[in-house]
């Protein structure tokens, strides 16, 4: 099946930093990429869509200058959580799809980020 | 109220026996409706879709009732590999296909 890998596993940094997240489909063209955010014991949430080329769609509530996301190929997209706070600890994790339509059965998901913010 | 919603458990249930979860969605223009996996600290991964007439998939089993809008996933002869979070997923066709979770119920089985 598709592969989907995310860079770094696993970040620690101190507070105001920047930290960038790579996604990468590394055997298929991923048309979408989504990032979503999960906090212990909660459901994935949505924060943005990214095609190719394009600016991403973010969702309510999810601030885009302090969540960039750059789609540069249909094989990269990256998120930079900018100024990071504690807050912001959680796990990211993103999911290419093979189609615009982004069924789910065409969704396939990176091993994730856990990213702690002193 | 959250658009999909679960019972965040933990069920702990002996190894051998059936378990059985339920998730309710709240807006009827859900098109696709799934059941996803995830163990600690790991990825969410598809464990099956769920169609209209119900299906199977070896030990599991789904079933989708629109007209009360939920639906069940039923594990007959639980293993202690089945331990995990278990996620209800939406898929709302009226929102660009946008998936919707559940927050998971946990299920620990025990030897």
């Known amino acids: 099946g598709a592969v989907v890998s995310q860079h770094p596993s696993r970040v620690i940094c101190k507070s105001g930093t920047s930290v960038k997240i790579e996604c990468r489909s590394l055997d298929f063209q991923a048309t979408t990429m989504f990032w979503y955010r999960q906090f212990p014991k909660q459901s994935l949430m949505l924060m943005a869509t990214?095609?190719?080329?394009?600016?991403?769609?973010?969702e309510q509530g999810v601030e885009k200058d302090k969540f960039l996301i750059n789609h540069a190929s249909l094989t990269l997209s990256t998120l930079t959580v900018t100024s990071a706070h504690p807050e912001d600890s959680s796990f990211y994790i993103c999911s290419a799809s093979l189609s615009s339509r982004s069924r789910t059965d065409t969704q396939y998901f990176g091993p994730g980020t856990r990213l702690t913010v002193l | 109220r959250k658009e999909v919603e679960q019972d965040p458990g933990p069920f702990n249930v002996p190894e051998g026996a059936t378990v059985a979860f339920n998730c309710t969605y709240s807006n009827s223009a859900s098109q696709s409706f799934f059941w996803y996996r995830q163990d600690c600290r790991k990825e969410p991964k598809l464990l099956m879709s769920v169609y209209s007439s119900g299906n199977e998939d070896g030990r599991f089993t789904a079933q989708l009732n629109r007209a009360s809008q939920y639906i069940s996933l039923l594990i007959r002869d639980s293993k202690l590999s089945d331990s995990a979070t278990y996620l209800c997923?939406?898929?709302?066709?009226?929102?660009?296909?946008?998936?919707?979770w559940g927050a998971g119920t946990k299920l620990i089985i025990k030897p």
């Open positions: 997923v939406v898929n709302r066709q009226d929102s660009n296909y946008q998936l919707i």
């Open positions: 990214s095609n190719e080329g394009s600016k991403a769609t973010y």
